[in-house]
């Protein structure tokens, strides 16, 4: 039975987790996703010229969020801005949307993928001292998941392009890979003191959202089928065998994991 996508209220008291917002896959351009990689180039030069501004945007805000708890407002809107264009970026690329991103670090009137971080919340000065040693194990999750992804993206590129369409199986297990991905960043970026979670979906935790959705959302809340959670699973294990072989070779720790997660770095 297919699941049921619609409104749900945010719970009081629950954890405010960053959400995307990214509606049911539909009918793609065959010739948009022969080329996608390519026509995304001009984003990611753009992404990787902004991202030298967040970093030092991030350590002025980790300084600022030590003395006052939280991050200036400046810092924060351009942090935000700077994780939904990357966002939007990497949904395209994933095959997640059809459309094409626009160069706008805002919020992009009526474009269908959407992310949504509660602002201006109160940071745990200890957390925020130790952030880089707390976020080591979900960076590797987040690191190997990706991995694993990106390990089978031509088959779901040849699968998208002859179906014109991503199979709501494989857009679940890469939309939940893609959020954990944002919910690493925004935690990394100092935009959340939620620690990243639900890889494998919110079925057991109906209060992740966050707010109300405003339109039909295919994850939010994400509830992953039993295909898609498999795809998750055989993700991770890519991921870590790519891995494995890779630091068999040339050696991995922890930081690497934590740079390799940021996005734009």
């Not at 001292?129 to 690191?143: K, M, Q, S």
């Not at 991995?147 to 857009?171: D, E, N, T």
């Not at 939940?176 to 990394?188: D, H, P, T």
Request: aromatic content about 10%.
């Amino acid at each position: 039975m297919e699941p049921h996508y619609g409104t749900v209220p945010l719970v009081p008291g629950a954890e405010a987790l960053p959400e995307l917002d990214i509606p049911r896959p539909g009918r793609q351009n065959r010739l948009f996703v022969l080329g996608r990689l390519l026509l995304l180039l001009p984003h990611l030069v753009v992404l990787a010229l902004l991202s030298v501004a967040a970093f030092f945007a991030v350590v002025a805000g980790w300084f600022a969020a030590l003395l006052i708890g939280r991050l200036p407002d400046p810092v924060e809107r351009y942090l935000a801005g700077f994780l939904g264009y990357d966002t939007r970026v990497n949904a395209c690329a994933m095959l997640l949307t059809g459309r094409y991103p626009p160069f706008e670090l805002g919020e992009p009137m009526g474009y269908p993928v959407r992310m949504r971080v509660v602002q201006s919340v109160h940071l745990n000065r200890l957390a925020v001292l130790l952030r880089l040693l707390l976020v080591i194990p979900a960076a590797l999750v987040g690191a190997v998941a990706t991995a694993g992804w990106w390990a089978v993206s031509v088959l779901s590129w040849l699968v998208v392009l002859l179906l014109g369409r991503m199979p709501l199986q494989l857009f679940e297990a890469t939309a939940a890979v893609l959020r954990y991905r944002m919910r690493l960043s925004a935690y990394l970026l100092l935009l959340t003191p939620a620690y990243p979670k639900r890889l494998f979906g919110d079925q057991s935790a109906p209060d992740a959202v966050v707010g109300t959705v405003a339109g039909p959302s295919a994850t939010r809340p994400l509830f992953l089928g039993a295909g898609a959670k498999m795809l998750v699973g055989a993700f991770l294990v890519l991921g870590l065998v790519g891995g494995a072989a890779n630091s068999s070779r040339y050696g991995a720790d922890g930081s690497a994991a934590v740079q390799a997660s940021l996005p734009g770095f």
